[in-house]
Structures are given as structure tokens and as C-alpha cells.
């Protein structure tokens, strides 16, 4: 889906169709008073001061009178203005006056006059509403001023505009098929995790069926990264501010923690991140260079500050958890390591049927010497060795300057999802800075002692993040491995068939297949269709033939046909496809 903010001409163009909905609603509603009305990645939204409601069966007449206004075919004007003359222009809009006020006396303030309306902006515009024909307002939702929830709530209407009828009508189809993909509408059918005002926003809770996905994540990558040598660690999701201070987080990072907490004279905060810790734990005992490379890996439980506007289902949160490692290591072990990581979050996505990626090899802003560690020497030296390996290993990618971490270089991968903006799946960031702010060492083969080197990456991210990234890829049909429930024991006749079918599911159970009998009083039908809906990849129906030639009958998601096999073979291709991890 296009990202209408970043594209030039779509951004003014629904720039001047948020005006044009805002000179409708004045005509339909006079009283309206108008915030602000951006360009964002979906379109445009302009917040509105009303005392009467506006539902999503007012839109078509909004809509019509903004076809009115385009069909009239006014120009578009801009007007700069003092201070003064904005300030009088405006005066019944305090909104428009709070704006103003802000504003520096050197400022050159702009209006822009269509008809009837006026409205303070920077622009630029499209020349004449003519221009905006091709619109669809597509939501309206509460928003408090400022989004201060001490402030008034103000209503907020979304729309997008293009160029094109058919360029709209492609829009709105990909809009639709977002929803259908939308991982809080999956969460919520297929009973996977839950939000709670009462616990907090942006803290998810995992119903049964979403932490048996987590789970099994979890142990996917943890049996991975167990074959090649990683150690797993827990530590705790909070530390003392000095950890962070020591580390430098506290400077760079501290807009993005929860505040501080005083206990017993001591200053904690909730962890951000993990590093700081898993320096601590490499820190705790002598090291000597045949010691290395130490892998330290940990799924571990993270908080960072979000606003509330940012938050979304479990793709945007304010807890979550990072499947991390921190990688300790020889100057000459990091190229090694290094292609060793890539090569894991390659098989890890050929596993996952990840096919959409790309590279991207994120570097720092040489003359940036406030955010990025000032030692040019570490950064040429860490930067080369990174693009060596990528070059090495034949994949392609883009440098990016001035995205690297503060203490380091590093590589992201960047994924597309089926629907909305490229994410950042994986990362993998080279570091010599914080081996150093926290004096880490290791004997070398000559006695002396050197500086180890760190790895931080993280394969999936966040888990929470991968979930819900996988899920609307998926939309929801994952693959047997990853189910919550893999089979589904449905008997056509509990009289007959529930002796059999019970049979079955202890013979699943025992065999560690997630299964569930559905032993209702229930038309067959009803339940087929009914397990479909649940996305479990296998629905057994359990009849006289498969009772008196103990044989299963199994139809898989998706699809109508029905196949007989005998019990021993139906187990084994089901256990093949949870141990190859078969999409």
C-alpha cells in the first residue's frame, strides 16, 4: 500500500482535500470549529470542535457537499499575514489563535482561500478544488486535543483522496483486504491475546490459544540457537538508573523509558532493553580468548514509553518481549559471527516462507558527533567489517547514513508485509562501545588483556511484533507447527462415533499433537464449518467407516476434499509436518 505522506504529489493533494472537508462541514455544520488536518501515511484526518455528533452515516452527505464544492471548481489561494491580521482573521477559532500565538514574530504566516473558506496553513495546495474529485472519507473516531486526554475531545474524520477514479477504487480494495488481514481482528476470532484499559494500554495479555504461538517461537529459536552454541540467561525486567547511566541509554534513550522509581534509596527504572544486563553477566567472571565467542541469548521482557497514539494491537506496545543475544567476541571472531547471524535469519525466514526482504546496512553521520560515539577509527573499522561479510555472502543491500545505533553500526532487515509500510524484522548491531563504558575483558593468548567486541541481534525482533507481522501474512492460517490447535476430532454421531473419536484424541494427546474433540450436539455441517472458521489445519470426521476400519478421515483448511488413511499414517504425516516445520 502507497505511503501517501512521503509521496509528493498525493501529499498535497490530500492536504488541499482535508481543506475541502473542512469547507463542507462548515457548510453542513456552522458552529465547526478546525484544529489541525495532516497528511499521514493512509491519507488525511482533520480534527473537529462540534457539539453535535458525526456518525458514519453522515459521511455520504459530507461527501456530497465536498463533490458540490470540487464540481464548482474554485482556486486555491494563498494569502501570507502578519501576526495581527491571522490573529483577526481567526479570532472565533481558538485553535487557529493557540496556533498563532506559537509562532515566532519573524514567521511568515499563510492562509489559503477556496470560495467561501479560509483556513491557516503552510501549504502548498493543489490549484483549484477542481482537483478533487477522486475522494472517499473512511472513518471518523474521538480525539482529545493535543491528544491530552485531560483535553476536550474533538472528532476526527479520515478520508484519502488520489489522482484517479481507478487509482481510488485500488486503494479502497487494498483498505479492505487490510481489514480482512488486520491482526487485532484475527487476535480477536481466533481468541489469541487481549487489551485492558484496567491493566493498561499497550500492555497485551496472551489468551491460551495466542501463548501457545508465543511458545512455540520461543522454543523454535531457543532449539536454534541452542545448535549453535548460544547459553540462555533470565534476567530481571528492571535495573538501577546507574545501569543505564554506565551504559549511556540514560543520555540517548531516556524519552522512551518509563520514569524512574525510588525504593530503599535506590533508583530503578523498567529496562528498554537487555544489553546492559547480559554486560553485567559477562562481566561476573575471568575470560580468556579460548572462552570466546560467548553467546548469551534470552527472551526477555522489555518497556518502552509510547505514546498512546502510536499503540497498536501487539505490533506496537508498551511491553513486550525481544527474542535477544548479545554475542561476546575476538576482533577477528566478528566477521565469522557476524555471517553466522545472517545466515541464521536466513533460515530462519526459509522456514517461515519469508520471501519479501531486503537489506539494509544502517551507518552514522560522520559530522554527528552528539549522538554517535566519537571515535572515527572504531566506527571505519566496524562499518567495513560488516559490508565484507554482506559483500561476502552475495546479498544485497543499502547503506542508510545516520540510522546506526549510537554505539555502533547495524543491519537491518526489512520486510513487507502483505499489506502496509515495510517493518524492520531483524537486527544485527556491532558494537565497541559498551564492552568498553563497562571495562569488559578477556585474557589474550599473550597475557595482556583486550576489549571484547558485541554482536546485539535479535532474529524476530520483538515476538510480539513477529506475531502480529506473521498473522496478517498468513491471515491467519498458519502452518501446523505454529496452529493452537492442530486437529480437530469431529464424530457424526455421538451414540456411535464418540467412543472411537475419544480413542483418537488420547492417541494424539499422547503423541504431542495440540488436538480438540467436538463432541456437541451439533449438525456435522455446523462444525466443519465451524472449525474452518477456527483456521485448525486438520478436521478428522469420524463415521461407521472409520470406526469399524480404525482409519481417520481428514479434510485440511481450505480445502473440500476428504482423505481415508490409516491411524499410524495419519500421525506421521502430521508429526513430519510439525518437525520440518512445513508451510
Request: net charge negative; aromatic share 10%; with cysteine.
Amino acid at each position: 500500500m502507497i505511503n501517501i505522506k512521503e509521496n509528493k504529489e498525493l501529499n498535497t493533494l490530500n492536504h488541499s482535500c482535508a481543506h475541502l472537508l473542512a469547507q463542507a462541514i462548515k457548510h453542513l455544520y456552522p458552529d465547526a470549529l478546525f484544529w489541525v488536518g495532516p497528511v499521514i501515511e493512509e491519507g488525511f484526518y482533520y480534527d473537529i470542535d462540534l457539539d453535535e455528533k458525526i456518525s458514519l452515516e453522515d459521511l455520504p452527505k459530507i461527501e456530497k457537499e465536498m463533490k458540490k464544492i470540487a464540481k464548482d471548481g474554485k482556486r486555491i489561494v494563498r494569502h501570507e499575514l502578519s501576526k495581527e491580521e491571522a490573529k483577526e482573521l481567526f479570532k472565533d477559532n481558538p485553535y487557529k489563535i493557540e496556533l498563532i500565538d506559537k509562532m515566532d514574530e519573524n514567521t511568515v504566516i499563510s492562509a489559503y482561500t477556496q470560495g467561501d473558506f479560509t483556513d491557516l496553513c503552510r501549504g502548498p495546495h493543489v490549484e483549484s478544488v477542481k482537483l478533487l474529485k477522486n475522494f472517499k472519507l473512511l472513518k471518523v473516531s474521538g480525539a482529545y486535543y493535543k491528544n491530552d486526554s485531560n483535553n476536550k475531545m474533538l472528532q476526527r474524520i479520515y478520508g484519502v483522496c488520489f489522482n484517479t477514479p481507478e487509482d481510488l477504487e485500488n486503494h479502497l480494495k487494498e483498505l479492505e483486504e487490510a481489514k480482512l488481514r488486520d491482526h487485532r481482528k484475527i487476535g480477536k476470532d481466533l481468541n489469541l491475546f487481549m487489551m485492558n484499559d484496567l491493566v493498561g494500554k499497550g500492555l497485551p495479555m496472551y489468551l491460551p490459544n495466542g501463548y501457545i504461538i508465543y511458545e512455540q517461537l520461543e522454543n523454535y529459536i531457543k532449539t536454534k540457537e541452542r545448535k549453535l552454541g548460544y547459553k540462555h540467561v533470565l534476567t530481571p525486567p528492571l535495573g538501577n538508573v546507574e545501569l543505564y547511566k554506565t551504559s549511556g541509554h540514560w543520555d540517548h534513550y531516556r524519552e522512551d523509558m518509563f520514569p524512574k522509581m525510588e525504593i530503599d534509596n535506590e533508583e530503578f527504572v523498567l529496562r528498554p532493553m537487555n544489553c546492559p544486563h547480559h554486560m553485567m553477566i559477562y562481566s561476573s567472571s575471568i575470560h580468556s580468548y579460548k572462552d570466546l565467542p560467548i553467546r548469551i541469548g534470552e527472551i526477555a521482557r522489555d518497556c518502552r514509553y509510547e505514546s498512546s497514539g502510536s499503540l497498536k494491537g501487539i505490533e506496537r506496545v508498551r511491553s513486550f518481549c525481544q527474542n535477544d543475544a548479545h554475542l561476546f567476541v575476538t576482533l577477528d571472531q566478528v566477521q565469522s559471527e557476524f555471517k553466522s547471524v545472517v545466515d541464521l535469519i536466513l533460515d530462519c525466514y526459509k522456514d517461515l516462507n519469508i520471501k519479501n526482504y531486503r537489506f539494509e546496512l544502517s551507518l552514522r553521520d560522520k559530522e554527528d558527533k552528539v549522538k554517535y560515539y566519537n571515535d572515527d577509527e572504531m566506527w571505519d573499522k566496524a562499518e567495513n567489517m560488516l559490508r565484507n561479510v554482506l559483500d561476502e555472502i552475495g546479498v544485497e543491500y543499502i547503506e542508510k547514513t545516520g540510522e546506526a545505533a549510537f554505539y555502533g553500526p547495524k543491519l537491518d532487515v526489512q520486510v513487507k508485509p502483505a499489506v502496509g509500510n515495510e517493518i524492520t524484522l531483524s537486527t544485527c548491531q556491532l558494537d565497541f562501545c559498551l564492552p568498553m563504558k563497562f571495562d569488559l575483558s578477556y585474557v589474550d593468548k599473550d597475557g595482556s588483556k583486550k576489549t571484547p567486541v558485541v554482536l546485539h541481534r535479535a532474529v524476530f525482533g520483538s515476538i510480539d511484533r513477529f506475531i502480529a507481522y506473521y498473522l496478517e501474512e498468513t491471515k491467519g492460517n498458519l502452518p501446523t507447527w505454529l496452529s493452537p490447535v492442530q486437529v480437530c476430532i469431529i464424530p457424526v454421531n455421538n451414540n456411535y462415533h464418540l467412543e472411537y473419536s475419544n480413542k483418537l484424541y488420547e492417541l494424539l494427546i499422547n503423541e504431542d499433537i495440540r488436538v480438540e474433540l467436538d463432541s456437541r450436539e451439533e449438525k456435522l455441517g455446523y462444525k466443519m464449518r465451524e472449525s474452518q472458521v477456527k483456521k485448525i489445519p486438520y478436521s478428522l470426521v469420524i463415521g461407521d467407516k472409520e470406526k469399524e476400519s480404525e482409519t481417520v478421515s481428514f479434510r485440511k483448511h481450505g480445502s473440500g476434499e476428504t482423505t481415508t488413511v490409516k491411524i499410524d499414517e495419519f500421525v506421521k504425516l502430521i508429526k513430519d509436518e510439525i518437525v520440518t516445520h512445513k508451510f
